[in-house]
């Protein structure tokens, strides 16, 4: 059975370090792309970014470009989202998700979301 | 960027009646890379359709996919109680966007 299990709940104060993170099993880790999507509170969903562990390629939205950094660890099968300085408009719910195959990354598989709460 | 717009808003029907959603691309959705999730309250998003037809698996014929081009549809056939929840469409070609979403909510 395809898992997808993201670290615990986070809370935060501006301007602080953040690493979030995404393992999974039941699959062939490196054939799948990761994606990360964030959803604030009573919003919809916005894609921020997907990477190949089997290649480390990456790939970024605009909107979130340089914001944040995508990363994966295939020797433990996990990814992970990073911040060096959150704001407080990154209080939000953050899902990964796998996609369907190889190929297309729709995303068929996804985690529990972790949510990061950031806060003076 | 593709820029993915919902209507309506919210649809509000009662259960055993048809659900039409749109989606609109403001360009052209390269190879139907369309997809459709649901998302119900405190959950994560769960795929419907891909490839702006295909139904994922697991997921009951009475939803059902169609469109190409800029202007996609889900159809959900006979409304049952779990279906309530929030549509979101979701261009995964080039750097893929999602739609606002679409509430359908018990009339």
């Known amino acids: 059975e395809v898992q997808l299990v993201q670290s615990g709940a986070e809370v935060k104060k501006p301007g602080e370090s953040l690493k979030i993170s995404c393992k999974g099993s039941?699959?062939?880790?490196?054939?799948?792309?990761i994606g990360w999507v964030r959803q604030m509170p009573g919003k919809g969903l916005e894609w921020m970014g997907i990477?190949?562990?089997?290649?480390?390629?990456?790939r970024y939205s605009p909107s979130f470009q340089g914001q944040v950094t995508i990363s994966a660890d295939k020797s433990i099968s996990t990814a992970y989202l990073q911040w060096s300085s959150l704001k407080a408009s990154d209080t939000a719910m953050y899902y990964c998700?796998?996609?369907?195959?190889?190929?297309?990354?729709?995303?068929?598989?996804w985690g529990q979301g972790t949510l990061v709460t950031v806060s003076s | 960027e593709i820029v993915l717009t919902q209507s309506p808003g919210t649809l509000s029907l009662s259960p055993g009646e048809r659900a039409t959603l749109s989606c609109r691309a403001s360009?052209?959705?390269?190879?139907?890379?369309l997809a459709w999730y649901q998302q119900k309250p405190g959950q994560a998003p769960r795929l419907l359709i891909y490839?702006?037809?295909s139904r994922a698996t697991g997921i009951p014929d009475r939803f059902s996919g169609s469109g190409s081009g800029t202007d996609f549809t889900l159809t959900i056939s006979r409304l049952e109680p779990e279906d309530f929840a929030v549509y979101y469409c979701q261009q995964y070609g080039s750097s893929p966007t999602f739609g606002g979403g679409t509430k359908v909510e018990i009339k």
């Open positions: 360009q052209s959705v390269s190879s139907s890379y």
């Open positions: 039941g699959y062939s880790f490196t054939s799948y792309w």
């Open positions: 990477i190949y562990p089997g290649d480390s390629d990456t």
């Open positions: 490839g702006a037809s």
């Open positions: 998700a796998r996609s369907r195959d190889g190929y297309n990354i729709d995303f068929q598989h």
